[in-house]
C-alpha cells in the first residue's frame, strides 16, 4: 500500500538537492517501534536547511524532511501506546537524521513520543509544533530561576516568528508584561493581538554601541535571534535577569562586551535545546501549553499548507518571510 511523501534527493554529480510529492510504501520508511499515521507537520527553521539547496542537516539520501508531527497510533510493539492514541513528536533528529513528518506515515521509537494532552487535537498541537515546545521550554527555564509578572517587561525577540509569536501569547496569558521586537513593523497589529504592551523596532537593538553596560530595562528575555542583538539585550537586563537564548540554527555569532552583565549584574544566559529534552520535561511542557496558550490567539498564528507547497515555504522560512506558525495538512 502507498501513500504520499515529501521526498528530498540528492543528485551524485552535482551535489544539488531536489525536492518532490512521491508515491513511497511502508517498504521504504525506517525502522522503528511505533507506526504513526501523520495528520499534520509544521515548517520550522531546520526544516528550510533541510529542503533547501545542499540539504542542509540532512544525514542521508532520499530523506523526508519534517522535524515534528502528530497523528494516531497505527501499530505499536511498545506497550506504552496502542492503535488509536493520539501522539505528538518532536526533537530527537526526526527530520534530519530519521525520516520526518511530511509523510502521511511515520516509524520511529517511542522515547520520542508523548500523548497528545487534553485540549489539543493533532492540528493545534502542530499548530505549536516545535517552535511552540521550545518558547514552553524558554518560559519554563525562566520561571525556574526566578521570573515572576512584574513591572518591568520580558523581552521577546523575533517575535513575530514561530517561537516568538507563542512566547509572546503564552508570557501574555500569564500576566506578564511583553515587549516584542519585530524588523516589520506591518506586523505590528499581529503581535499587539497576541498580547505585547510595547513594539520594539528591531533596529534599536542592533545600533552598535560600545558601553559595557546600559539601564535596565528588562526582566527577563526569550531571545530567537542570538547575533548583535543577543550581545546588546544582555547589557539592557536587570539585575539576576535571565535571557532563554534559543538563537538560530544558522548560529549567528554574538557581538560585544558579554563579560559585563554576567559579573556585575549576575545575568543568566541559559541554553534551550528542544530536541533531546526528557520525557518528563517534555510532557510537562505539552500539559504547561495545553493550559497556558490561549486558543484564539494560536488560531490567529496559522498559516496552513499542503505537502506541495513545502519546496516553495521551505525557502522563504530562511528568507524570513514566514509569519507565526506554518501547519502543513499531509494527507489533504
Not at 28 to 52: F, M, Q, R
Request: net charge negative; charged share 20%; with cysteine.
Amino acid at each position: 500500500m502507498t501513500f504520499n511523501a515529501l521526498v528530498v534527493e540528492k543528485d551524485a554529480e552535482s551535489g544539488k538537492t531536489s525536492a518532490s510529492v512521491q508515491q513511497i510504501s511502508d517498504s521504504d520508511l525506517p525502522e522503528g517501534e511505533v507506526t504513526v499515521a501523520v495528520d499534520y507537520s509544521t515548517v520550522n527553521y531546520k526544516d528550510g536547511l533541510c529542503i533547501g539547496p545542499g540539504g542542509g542537516l540532512v544525514r542521508t539520501y532520499p530523506h523526508v524532511p519534517g522535524i515534528d508531527f502528530a497523528g494516531t497510533v497505527e501499530s505499536s510493539s511498545d506497550a506504552r501506546y496502542k492503535p488509536g492514541d493520539k501522539v505528538v513528536l518532536t526533537g530527537w533528529r526526526v527530520g534530519e537524521a530519521h525520516w520526518g513528518g511530511y509523510s502521511q506515515k511515520a516509524n520511529v521509537k517511542a522515547d520520542w513520543l508523548v500523548p497528545l494532552p487534553e485540549g489539543l487535537d493533532t492540528r493545534r498541537a502542530m499548530a505549536v509544533g516545535t517552535a511552540g515546545l521550545t518558547a514552553m521550554l524558554a518560559i519554563m527555564a525562566l520561571e525556574d530561576h526566578g521570573l515572576t509578572p512584574g513591572a518591568d517587561p520580558v523581552l521577546v525577540t523575533g517575535a513575530a516568528g514561530g517561537v516568538g509569536s507563542i512566547a509572546v501569547a503564552v508570557l501574555a496569558q500569564l500576566g506578564y508584561e511583553v515587549a516584542a521586537v519585530t524588523g516589520r513593523p506591518e506586523t505590528a497589529d499581529y503581535l499587539t493581538g497576541l498580547g505585547a504592551t510595547q513594539i520594539v523596532p528591531r533596529e534599536d537593538l542592533t545600533e552598535v554601541t560600545r558601553k559595557p553596560l546600559e539601564g535596565e530595562q528588562w526582566s527577563g528575555c526569550v531571545d530567537a535571534v542570538a547575533g548583535a542583538m543577543l550581545g546588546r539585550v544582555l547589557k539592557q537586563m536587570n539585575y539576576g535577569a535571565s535571557v532563554a537564548a534559543i538563537g538560530l540554527a544558522g548560529g549567528a555569532p554574538i557581538e560585544g562586551a558579554l563579560i559585563t552583565p554576567f559579573i556585575l549584574r549576575g545575568v543568566n544566559l541559559l541554553g534551550i535545546d528542544s530536541v533531546m529534552q526528557p520525557y518528563a520535561r517534555r510532557n510537562e511542557a505539552w500539559k504547561r501549553i495545553s493550559s497556558d496558550l490561549p486558543m484564539d490567539k494560536l488560531e490567529s498564528m496559522v498559516q496552513p499548507a499542503v505537502l506541495s507547497d513545502l519546496p516553495d515555504l521551505g525557502r522563504d522560512i530562511l528568507k524570513g518571510r514566514v509569519k507565526g506558525r506554518i501547519v502543513v495538512d499531509v494527507n489533504a
